[in-house]
């Protein structure tokens, strides 16, 4: 919402969301939309989400084509103003839509999250994961049913949660109760992911189903846990699969308590 509210500093495009939406965008349930990618680490975010499961995002205006000067002598401020953004506008259009995002986040009763999103994104991320590594696993005799079933039961509960919430805004004598009650669900659903030792041999690192990845801590491993375990059997010898398990039913269990966070009671007493 917050990119179609602000102009985009490119006059070939309307507003940055159009921008977005044209050089980087995706099907997601069946809609053409601007991608969302998953968060790897590099930046100031990574322990917020990392260690304490506060969702986040990371908004990057960049040439398409790469940005030849990061991280050299040559990233500085003359090449910033004479052939980065000489103007500044695409600064300034980023610095507004983060702007709006915090007012958005902060003046609205119930926070601008959509339950199902996280639902679709964990079902397509299972399904890629299990074309990967379903046929290595079975001939370790280890199942991902469990998974699949907890994974239904949290698609369930975000269907539920996502009435509540359209019920909850339609409701113009709600109580501040009830409405605390609804946020700290949205909020307490990412904090369900963190597992409290951290992944195998990365303490500060908690996030079952997204971690910057273990050999390029830049980009992003989606179920890290579970696929470096896979990893390491299939690389080291011997292979220790049982590892492999338990980070599986790691995951499992995650979930479950990520269903659990949206199905708490309370709510029907309230509204």
């Not at 500085?76 to 007012?103: C, E, R």
């Not at 902060?106 to 994961?129: C, E, H, W």
Request: aromatic share 12%.
């Amino acid at each position: 919402s917050a990119a179609k509210m602000v102009k985009c500093p490119n006059p070939a495009f309307d507003t940055v969301y159009d921008e977005w939406l044209h050089y980087r965008s995706t099907i997601f349930n069946g809609t053409k939309l601007p991608l969302v990618g998953n968060l790897g680490s590099g930046s100031d975010f990574t322990m917020f989400l990392q260690m304490l499961g506060i969702s986040c995002a990371d908004f990057t205006y960049a040439n398409i084509t790469g940005y030849a000067v990061y991280h050299s002598v040559h990233d500085n401020f003359y090449w910033m103003t004479n052939f980065g953004d000489p103007t500044f506008t695409h600064h300034q259009a980023l610095g507004l839509v983060w702007s709006k995002t915090a007012i958005l986040l902060a003046t609205s009763p119930v926070l601008p999250y959509d339950p199902r999103d996280y639902a679709i994104s964990l079902q397509n991320l299972f399904s890629t994961f299990v074309q990967l590594y379903g046929p290595t696993l079975q001939d370790q005799n280890i199942t991902l049913s469990y998974i699949a079933e907890e994974l239904d039961q949290f698609v369930t509960a975000s269907i539920a949660l996502w009435n509540e919430l359209q019920n909850a805004s339609s409701n113009s004598s709600i109580s501040e109760q009830a409405l605390r009650i609804l946020n700290n669900k949205l909020m307490n659903l990412e904090r369900a992911f963190i597992i409290p030792e951290g992944l195998p041999g990365r303490q500060f690192i908690k996030h079952v189903i997204f971690a910057p990845s273990s050999v390029n801590f830049y980009a992003s491993a989606t179920f890290p846990g579970l696929s470096d375990a896979i990893f390491s059997a299939l690389h080291t010898t011997p292979p220790d699969w049982d590892e492999v398990r338990r980070q599986a039913d790691a995951v499992r269990v995650h979930i479950r308590y990520a269903t659990q966070v949206m199905q708490q009671p309370g709510l029907e007493f309230l509204i």
